[in-house]
């Protein structure tokens, strides 16, 4: 009786083993003629991604491109022509500001006059009435005509020299006009949006 379940269970075994052999030679043989159709289109068109993606990769293009085509008509337009004015006295100095958070934030405080302080030898600095929001803003890296915020300070920075990048640099902006009146601001500043 041993040796009949014996035989019965080998039989079993050596049946399972070959269905899943011959399954995965039907699963080799049926990616085989799917391997051809797939090349066939990518060399007459860009299917590699459609290959990949199915049909989400047809729409995904189109999709940019919308939003590409509604982006830069609305809001990138409006950021790259955000431009702010530093008044001293009978000078102007405008910087245009970046896209990032910290920048938005001062915009929103506008205007604002204030006191500006000489810091160092590169640079003039005010304090913002509200800290600035840096969740995501771009790190200072430009050196000279750089508008910049100091997070642990608080303060905003009108780099007139060059500086060394700091983790905790947010850059705001650039100079566009008035560059060289910054090493002589002092006293009262007002800070504008531009007209």
Known sequence: M????????????AFALSACGTGGQKSAATNEPFSPQTEQPSSTEQSPSTEQSGSAASTGPSSADETHSVLPEGEAQENTV???????????????LNDGTAASSLYEQLPITIEVEDFSTNEKIFYPPQELDISDSPLAQSGAGTLAYYAPWGDVVMFYGDYNENSS???????VSGGELVEQMSGTITIAAAE
Do not use: H, S
């Open 2 to 13: 041993k040796k009949f379940l014996y035989a019965l269970l080998w039989g079993l075994m």
């Open 82 to 96: 955000r431009r702010i004015t530093v008044q001293f006295g009978e000078n102007t100095v405008i910087y245009e």
């Open 169 to 175: 640099l947010y850059e705001l902006g650039q100079v």
